[in-house]
């Protein structure tokens, strides 16, 4: 496929899985659509539960949520040649290309699922002007996951297409459900990046200037992801209160004691409830609550702190209204530092790229968390290189915002400078 051909490929796609955006454990409809683009191209597939743990996948949707939006994939064009492996909302790919050369194992990892957001209908957000907004109610690609599908998707035509001039074993990882960091774990307790020497994880935007590449993004926080809830008794607040067990009361009181865990020396932490749901009506004593929290830490080790200590507040404030209280974990990630002999393997691909203005080996400013982190730990213990790197780009708003948008040209370049690593990586192991 000539470049302008792959350029054109790239933003179709990219505008096709923006109208039609899944959230985690969901992405039937672009899962079954990535697949078939696989397949088409000669790669070996790994789909669904081939390439997933069961017991990995925290936060999953429950049946009846699955089935009822692979109904939706369905009647949205999903490729029915490879729903059934995903129909279950075990949606992960691995799709690997065997060279003629021997040489290294490479993988990359793109991530596919959206945001529970609903979708700008402004008249000069893009996708609204261009036709491409998102169709799914409450849910929009808000952090560039479709671009990334479709630039590992392009990165997949390239690779294929130029088969002979690469060496060793290729697979490109597509992973669900990175929001939240659900989704990385099951995939890599499967073991899709055993025996893999070199890993390549990759994002758009996140502050990184137009046309500006950052090969190793160091910084994440690892992170637990909380659904704490209470359980207490029912009873009217007027005629029989001491017979109640007040599960809202719990529930402040362990928000309130969260927010006061003491930080750690060793590194910088934090802890957070977004949402607090409880009771039904005014003279009820609630008997159930519901938090939404997370933790974070500089390290895995001060993450594990915050999260005992959220642990033991939640013991305590259910044991002073003698009820019942529960702490589920939704999501996790690690921390991870990246290995620079592969960064600087991509510093290198990006500078000589004519389409990149700048290129930095190194940088730590990110403060959010990323369950990319998995795959990387995992290599790394297994003695590969690992890194996570930046395509800076412009955008219209924000990460996570309803008028999330990227340029659109810096899909081509990401998939270039992505398939020279690959080249790149293989020559030097030669």
């Not at 064009?77 to 799709?95: K, L, P, S, W």
């Not at 359980?231 to 362990?254: F, I, T």
């Not at 795959?375 to 213990?381: A, E, H, I, L, N």
Request: proline residues 3%; aromatic residues 6%; charged residues 20%.
């Amino acid at each position: 496929m000539k470049q302008g051909e792959l350029a054109e490929q790239l933003i179709a796609w990219r505008r096709d899985f923006h109208q039609y955006p899944e959230q985690g454990f969901l992405e039937i409809r672009t899962a079954s659509k990535v697949a078939g683009v696989l397949d088409e191209l000669g790669y070996e597939l790994a789909l669904g539960k081939e390439v997933m743990t069961e017991a990995g996948c925290m936060g999953k949707p429950g049946e009846k949520e699955t089935k009822q939006h692979l109904e939706w994939a369905l009647e949205n064009g999903a490729d029915t040649r490879y729903v059934e492996y995903f129909a279950e909302g075990y949606t992960g790919i691995v799709a690997t290309l065997r060279t003629a050369q021997p040489g290294p194992t490479i993988a990359y990892r793109v991530d596919m699922d959206a945001l529970p957001i609903h979708e700008s209908d402004a008249a000069d957000h893009v996708p609204n002007q261009a036709g491409f907004r998102s169709t799914a109610t409450g849910t929009m690609h808000a952090c560039g996951h479709d671009s990334h599908t479709s630039i590992g998707l392009g990165l997949a035509t390239k690779l294929a297409e130029n088969k002979d001039q690469l060496s060793g074993t290729i697979k490109l990882i597509f992973q669900p459900a990175e929001e939240g960091t659900r989704g990385a774990k099951s995939m890599a307790e499967a073991g899709v990046v055993d025996n893999v020497d070199y890993f390549i994880a990759s994002h758009i935007g996140t502050g990184v200037p137009h046309q500006h590449f950052v090969a190793a993004s160091n910084g994440f926080l690892a992170t637990s992801k909380l659904n704490i809830t209470f359980k207490g008794v029912a009873a009217h607040a007027g005629a029989k209160p001491q017979e109640g067990k007040n599960a809202l009361l719990a529930a402040a009181s362990a928000v309130l004691n969260m927010h006061a865990v003491t930080r750690h020396s060793d590194g910088s932490s934090r802890v957070n409830v977004g949402e607090l749901h409880a009771g039904s009506g005014r003279n009820i004593i609630p008997d159930y609550a519901m938090l939404i929290a997370e933790t974070r830490g500089e390290t895995s080790e001060i993450n594990q702190y915050v999260k005992e200590q959220v642990q033991s507040i939640v013991d305590g404030a259910a044991k002073m209204y003698q009820l019942n209280a529960k702490v589920e974990v939704a999501g996790e990630a690690l921390n991870c530092d990246c290995s620079l002999g592969v960064a600087e393997i991509l510093k290198q691909c990006a500078e000589s790229h004519p389409e990149i203005a700048g290129a930095l080996l190194e940088s730590s400013d990110s403060s959010g968390s990323e369950d990319a982190t998995y795959f990387m730990d995992r290599v790394q213990r297994g003695g590969g290189q690992a890194t996570y790197c930046i395509f800076g780009t412009e955008l219209a708003a924000g990460h996570h915002n309803e008028k999330f948008d990227i340029h659109e040209d810096t899909l081509l370049p990401a998939v270039e400078v992505l398939y020279q690593a690959a080249k790149e990586i293989g020559r030097i192991a030669e």
